[in-house]
């Protein structure tokens, strides 16, 4: 008698694989960060796209940066729907996760605040 997996274990995915690798973007939806994320990248809120995802506060859209042709998820957060004590968790939150680096974990790639 012993220990034996009944499946073989799956093959580990390399999380640096262009078509394994999702990043997201954080764009704490302001005025003045709009016109430098359009300047970036094509798709999201600005030129049309459809959201992915929509919450109470935020939405995600798929996005391609201009010049590298990565693809990314922008989620647009509606800061003034938050109160103040929640907009500074977020922020907080935010940079928490930008240290973050785990394979079940999406990573944010770039914050526009």
Same mark, same amino acid.
């Given at each position: 008698m012993g220990c034996a997996p009944s499946k073989k274990a799956p093959k580990e995915r390399s999380r640096h694989s262009a078509s394994h690798t999702v990043q997201q973007m954080v764009h704490v939806h302001d005025a003045a960060t709009?016109? #430098?994320? /359009?300047?970036m990248y094509d798709g999201g809120p600005h030129s049309?796209? $459809?959201? #992915?995802g929509t919450g109470g506060t935020s939405s995600v859209y798929p996005v391609t940066h201009k010049e590298s042709g990565r693809k990314y998820a922008l989620k647009v957060i509606g800061m003034e729907r938050l109160s103040k004590? $929640?907009? /500074?968790?977020l922020?907080?939150?935010v940079d928490i996760m930008r240290t973050?680096?785990?394979p079940n974990i999406i990573r944010i790639h770039e914050v526009f605040k």
């Open positions: 709009t016109p #430098m994320v /359009e300047s049309g796209g $459809k959201a #992915m004590a $929640k907009r /500074e968790q922020l907080v939150e973050l680096d785990h």
